[in-house]
């Protein structure tokens, strides 16, 4: 195994903690130009409906600055589609939003939401956007995001993370599973949620593959070791588990 696993910083929790004071400190983009210098290949953000944490200003900067491909998460409403549409990120992966939950609780329902979800994946596509759908490690979800022509799926990797023992272990091979079958159809596969330097390894090892998201766990090691840190050191952890010698600088 030496093909490089890609890495994508989440920055939406700088936002939170600025958010809490209704200031401008800490900025997320000066966090993605960090980031970007600590070895992430790409910024992740999730504009939400309620703007918790990312803002549409936010989103016009990274924009204008980032070197590296952003990936937009968005729900799959109309104010988030003429958003990405005008914008024209790199990707965008559409995720389920509940206004009050804590965090994105689990994947897609993208096999019951087939007519719903087919025009968000058909006009972004067409505007320039990789499109990617966020769903659970379920042979049914991958199967019909591969009947809508998404040409990428993030597998939530968030249950994995939670367990512990053998249903730890049974999650991960159901993970396995579902990446060989997406990989299978011709899907680029993704995953993340919930990843920490203890969990990152049995997951990047996985071959298929492509792209690992990962953010909490990132900006809350910063408070200890700070941003670049925790970066670097899970851009080395992902590298062992490929089997490469680090791609970052010590």
């Not at 512990?164 to 990989?183: H, N």
């Not at 996985?206 to 909490?216: K, S």
Request: charge should be negative.
């Amino acid at each position: 195994m030496t093909n490089k696993l890609r890495l994508g910083v989440n920055i939406d929790h700088v936002a939170t903690i600025r958010n809490a004071r209704g200031i401008m400190h800490p900025d997320p983009v000066r966090a993605a130009e960090m980031a970007v210098a600590a070895g992430a290949d790409g910024i992740t953000a999730h504009l939400r409906e309620d703007r918790r944490h990312i803002g549409d200003r936010d989103i016009d900067q990274l924009m204008d600055m980032l070197c590296v491909p952003l990936n937009l998460e968005m729900a799959a409403t109309n104010e988030m589609l003429d958003i990405a549409l005008r914008h024209k990120p790199h990707a965008v992966c559409i995720v389920p939003e509940k206004r009050q939950e804590l965090t994105t609780e689990g994947g897609l329902d993208v096999a019951g939401q087939h007519n719903r979800l087919a025009r968000y994946i058909q006009l972004l596509g067409e505007n320039g956007s990789r499109v990617s759908l966020f769903i659970d490690a379920d042979r049914r979800q991958i199967k019909a995001a591969y009947d809508l022509g998404a040409p990428v799926i993030e597998i939530h990797t968030g249950a994995y993370c939670d367990l512990s023992g053998d249903e730890r272990i049974a999650e991960l091979k159901r993970i396995i599973a579902g990446v060989q079958y997406a990989v299978s159809l011709g899907l680029e596969v993704h995953a993340g949620h919930g990843l920490s330097y203890e969990t990152v390894g049995p997951i990047a090892e996985i071959a298929e593959l492509a792209e690992l998201n990962i953010g909490h766990f990132l900006i809350g090691e910063a408070i200890f070791c700070g941003l670049t840190e925790s970066i670097r050191k899970m851009r080395s952890a992902m590298d062992s588990a490929r089997g490469i010698e680090s791609s970052v600088d010590e």
